[in-house]
């Protein structure tokens, strides 16, 4: 599974670039700076908020839905067996299961060394896979492929929608990690904090 959220969403440069200002929290960084800002500093403002929150939509999907698939009780279990025993690989399958995976970043806006206003911002990642099958060896997660999978992306402030949008990954996809990966070792975009959790699909 290849792809950058930021192609996913649609979200170019100006596009982020108008969710953040019109009626954004670009205008409340802004009121909360003392003062008024020049037109050049605002749109200066915008620009450096825009790229920041970019930042977090560089991410690529096959890595957060790693990262929402560590933590899956059948792959630590599959991963403690097989570090114990090299001779052994565990093929753990996935029918039906949502992963979700939410990161609550925040940008902080600075005036004078002093924070004058701190902007939180909330992506979600909602996978519904469908014929998942991992490989595990030797305590790693060594290869992913699922048969069908789709994905239900937002991006918000506060309660607002800034981007937003629902779509199937190209299928089969297949994620191969070399040597792999420690199940222990969560996949986190470098820009976030969050957390992740895998859920069965109910009817």
Do not use: K, N
């Not at 700076?33 to 939509?57: D, T, V």
Request: aromatic letters at 2%.
């Amino acid at each position: 599974m290849t792809g950058h959220l930021r192609d996913f969403l649609g979200a170019d440069d100006a596009t982020l670039t108008r969710q953040l200002t019109e009626g954004g929290p670009v205008e409340a960084a802004v009121d909360a700076i003392p003062g008024r800002l020049s037109g050049p500093a605002r749109a200066a403002l915008g620009a450096e908020l825009s790229a920041a929150a970019g930042g977090l939509l560089e991410e690529d999907l096959g890595s957060i839905l790693l990262s929402g698939l560590m933590g899956y009780h059948c792959l630590v279990d599959a991963a403690r067996e097989t570090a114990a025993d090299a001779d052994v690989t565990r093929l753990v399958t996935l029918d039906d299961h949502l992963v979700r995976v939410t990161y609550d970043p925040h940008l902080d806006v600075l005036v004078d060394q002093e924070t004058v206003y701190e902007l939180r911002l909330c992506l979600s990642v909602t996978f519904t896979v469908q014929g998942l099958a991992a490989t595990v060896r030797a305590g790693r997660l060594a290869h992913v492929r699922v048969a069908r999978c789709s994905a239900d992306v937002r991006l918000s402030w506060e309660e607002h929608t800034l981007l937003e949008h629902s779509d199937l990954v190209d299928a089969p996809l297949v994620i191969r990690l070399g040597a792999g990966i420690p199940v222990s070792q969560a996949i986190v975009p470098a820009q976030a904090r969050g957390t992740a959790r895998v859920a069965q699909r109910r009817a």
